[in-house]
């Protein structure tokens, strides 16, 4: 009686500590502390459209690839490039009408406009239905390096049929993670 009476007492003296420490564990875990950087890679913020993210990749050339354009040609740049799938969880069609990447998808030197120009596997999503997104990023080619921390502004302005109606939406979110080198 005596041993289970001390156990009970450690328990209720320690027990939260040990709790914190857990969940605290816990959250660290998730957030990618004690993982690789493959792992990492994640969207945020997104509702109706939803971005796959297994399927992120942020690739940038070797900077040895930079270094010598630079020498060589130093008007021209190589691009980094932005791949990540879409899927439609609504109940209707969807028809996309644009995509607008900002943060570190528009870095350049000549020109800080937000790029516009993604490539979409597919315009119109019936519900269910992926796309594939691969964008060239207006980064110089030095901006981002391999295992660099991204952060992707990401917004699809789309249109669906509800009844006789056409309803125009727009969906936002962010995609982030580390920049992998370019194979």
């Known amino acids: 009686m005596r041993g289970g009476q001390a156990a009970l007492e450690y328990l209720n003296t320690y027990g939260w500590a040990i709790l914190v420490v857990l969940v605290v564990g816990v959250v660290l875990w998730q957030m990618g ?6 792992d990492v890679n994640r969207a945020i913020g997104f509702n109706k459209i939803q971005v796959l993210e297994l399927t992120i990749k942020y690739a940038t050339p070797d900077p040895t690839t930079c270094a010598l354009l630079e020498t060589t040609n130093p008007i021209e740049m190589i691009e980094n490039h932005l791949n990540f799938t879409i899927i439609n969880t609504e109940s209707n069609y969807i028809h996309i009408e644009s995509i607008t990447l900002g943060g570190d998808c528009r870095e350049s030197m000549t020109s800080p406009a937000t790029c516009e120009d993604t490539n979409l596997s597919k315009y119109i999503l019936a519900p269910s239905e992926k796309s594939s997104i691969s964008h060239s990023c207006c980064s110089s080619c030095m901006s981002l390096l391999s295992d660099d921390f991204f952060w992707v502004n990401v917004s699809i302005t789309y249109w669906q049929r509800i ?10 979110g962010v995609i982030q993670g580390f920049v992998e080198a370019e194979t």
């Open 163 to 172: 009844g006789e109606r056409k309803v125009t939406r727009t969906e936002t």
């Open 33 to 38: 502390i004690f993982g690789s950087h493959a």
